[in-house]
């Protein structure tokens, strides 16, 4: 019996590698990335683990593709990097902000 639900687009944040890994386990099981994460809610949800053996082992050789060293007892003890600063942004002065800062008597 199939289920109608109503989805909505969200934008999360979620580590980088942990994606990488993510998405790459919705294409080797044909799956879009919501379905899988659905997928892996609801089980986790009833205290059912999501996966067999065959997706397991699948996912520890992503793992070592992507270099995803990250277990669940770091869950609750990751911290995110401070943002990179982009070049050009401001606060920087390029080549022709400079200029205008001489013209102006800066």
């Known amino acids: ?3 109608t639900v109503e989805r909505v687009q969200t934008g ?3 580590e980088k590698r942990t994606l990488k890994v ?5 294409e080797y099981l044909d799956l879009s990335l919501g379905d ?3 997928g892996i809610v609801l089980h986790a949800f009833e205290g059912q683990a999501p996966f067999g053996t065959e997706s397991l082992a699948q996912i520890a050789r992503l793992k070592d593709v992507y270099g ?3 277990t669940a007892a770091d869950s609750h ?3 995110e990097a401070p943002a990179k600063r982009a070049k050009g942004r401001a606060g920087s002065r390029g080549k022709s902000g400079r200029r205008k800062a001489r013209a102006a008597g800066a």
């Open 1 to 3: 019996m199939v289920t």
């Open 12 to 14: 999360i944040r979620i």
């Open 22 to 26: 993510l998405k790459a386990l919705a």
């Open 36 to 38: 899988l994460l659905e």
């Open 68 to 70: 995803l060293r990250l």
């Open 77 to 79: 003890l990751l911290a």
